[in-house]
């Protein structure tokens, strides 16, 4: 079904919170360009050509000349670039402001486990280099040469136990583990990956002679060990503090929207300081009752008004079944605001919103929030029924205020076909089905939110269908 009338003025959709007074212009996320990508990778293999380049400033290259001497070295080079990932991986999930803008969660996270995983490698092949090569040089059984490491060299217990950590965190974020584990466990665990960075250290600094051979190895690296340090306490603990305490965010209703799910609308101080845009998410905190240390990314289901935000939240487990008994005047704790999904990366005229489920919210305040003639804007919504759709009325207001075409599409989906359509549409493909509905999407900006697997294919049927990667904006709703 399409609708795509325009008859009526835009009335207040949320129900009120506070009187109608004039606001300052709330702050946006400033924009980030594409060439911050590049300098941001730059960055990245630079540093590690710094690393190898003092390695090899350090003689490391002769050493190669013999057997013991060469595994050596070759396990050292393997231990430094280990530990420059680790560092860089820090600085990639402290949430630094630009970092968070430039790649969005989705692909921070990928990046994340490629930087991650590849520098765990690294301190394996470390370890196995080192314990051979020391092994080969005193002529000893390699088990007894490893145990002598750890327990006769400086730092070297707390390194082991850094790698334990470590290898606890990497086995737990394998897809297949991390399934069995709830998203609380799973983060606490994580959270230990920092306690292994700093643990890690000592070893660098008392038996890694690479640390100290050179001044600018040692500027070098201590930088880089202050800069990861600095950016997870101003950027994962400061700056959250701070914002909760200055916004002062309280609940200031609680709304049912439909079977299993409410809305809660919040008012602070100085929102409109926040810099915060329509389809960003934030890590909410609701500080009364259970579970008030467990933070919960939820979208803005609303554009910020610069005196209130909004958020969706669907009953999907303990804490957002729980939110529904959340009393107005409850304080909220926030971190944030992150996601790319906002008007600031939009790059064409021309916009389709891609939703399915419960990530309608973000597209929903993108749908309000973004500049637009009639039919620049179209609005996809998947849900499985009728009952399913939330913000029905909401849309069908905006629709009619901006002339923006939606479309809703219903019905279960094929069963035996990995794909986005429901039955009815059985006999079309997934890019066919989607150019139907918006057939010169190839020249839109193209913006998709909701479970991994509706992501997954509407990414895919969008790149089918001509639009270009650098065009489509992505948010999961999973971890
Ligand atoms: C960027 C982002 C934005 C989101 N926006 C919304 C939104 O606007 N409205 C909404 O209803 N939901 C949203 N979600 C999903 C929401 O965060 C989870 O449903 C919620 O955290 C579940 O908490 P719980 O304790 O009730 O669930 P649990 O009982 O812990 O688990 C229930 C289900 O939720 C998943 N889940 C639990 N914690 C998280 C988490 N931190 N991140 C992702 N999935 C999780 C679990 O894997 C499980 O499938 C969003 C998720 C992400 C990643």
Redesign the pocket.
């Known amino acids: 079904m399409t609708m795509t009338s325009r008859h009526r003025p835009l009335p207040a959709l949320a129900a009120p919170v506070s009187p109608p007074v004039a606001q300052p212009t709330p702050l946006r996320p400033s924009a980030t360009q594409p060439w911050h990508r590049d300098v941001i990778g730059l960055l990245t293999w630079a540093s590690v050509l710094v690393v190898v380049a003092l390695w090899v400033s350090d003689g490391q290259l002769q050493e190669l000349g013999g057997w013991a001497s060469g595994v050596n070295s070759i396990g050292r080079l393997a231990g430094l670039v280990s530990a420059d990932l680790l560092l860089i991986q820090v600085l990639l999930m402290a949430r630094l402001p630009l970092v968070e803008r430039t790649y969005g ?1 989705d692909e921070l996270a990928r990046r994340h486990r490629l930087v991650g995983f590849t520098s765990l490698n690294l301190m394996v092949v470390h370890i196995l280099l080192i314990t051979l090569g020391y092994a080969s040089q005193d002529g000893k059984n390699p088990f007894a040469e490893l145990w002598d490491l750890v327990v006769d060299y400086p730092g070297m217990l707390l390194a082991a136990a850094a790698t334990v950590l470590l290898v606890m965190v990497a086995v737990t974020s394998i897809k297949r583990s991390r399934r069995k584990l ?3 466990s799973w983060h606490l665990l994580h959270l230990y990956a920092y306690l292994g960075v700093g643990l890690a250290l000592p070893h660098q600094l008392w038996t890694g002679e690479d640390f100290l051979t050179h001044w600018f190895a040692t500027v070098y690296w201590w930088s880089l060990w202050i800069a990861a340090a600095a950016a997870i306490l101003v950027f994962r603990v400061g700056l959250p503090i701070y914002r909760t305490v200055r916004h002062d965010l309280r609940v200031a209703s609680v709304v049912e929207e439909g079977p299993g799910i409410i809305s809660v609308t919040m008012t602070g101080r100085h929102l409109h300081r926040l810099p915060v845009a329509a389809g960003q ?1 934030l890590i909410w905190r609701f500080l009364s009752g259970p579970g008030r240390t467990r933070g ?4 803005l ?1 609303a554009a910020p008004t610069g005196s209130s935000l909004r ?4 009953d ?6 729980a939110l529904r008994h959340i009393r107005p005047g409850s304080r909220v704790a926030i971190e944030g605001p992150f ?1 790319r999904l906002h008007p600031g990366v939009r790059t064409r005229r021309k916009v389709t919103l891609l939703a399915s489920g ?1 990530g309608v ?1 973000p597209l929903r305040g993108l749908l309000e929030a973004l500049p637009q003639d009639p039919g620049d804007v179209t609005l996809v919504y998947r849900a499985s029924s009728e009952q399913d759709v939330v913000f029905r009325r909401e849309i069908e207001l905006l629709s009619a205020a901006t002339g923006a075409r939606v479309v809703f599409v219903l019905g279960n989906r094929i069963a035996d076909r990995s794909t986005w359509l429901p039955q009815y549409a059985a006999h079309l493909s997934d890019v066919e089905a989607l150019v139907r509905l918006v057939p010169d999407i190839a020249e839109h900006d193209v913006y998709v939110c909701g479970a991994q697997g509706w992501v997954d294919s509407m990414k895919a049927a969008a790149l089918d269908a001509g639009v270009p990667q650098r065009h489509i904006h992505e ?5």
Do not use: A, M, N
């Open positions: 969660q709830r998203y609380e998410f919960h990314p939820y979208s289901s958020i969706t939240v669907k999907l487990g303990d804490d957002s079944g996601g419960i919210t948010e999961r709703f999973s971890w």
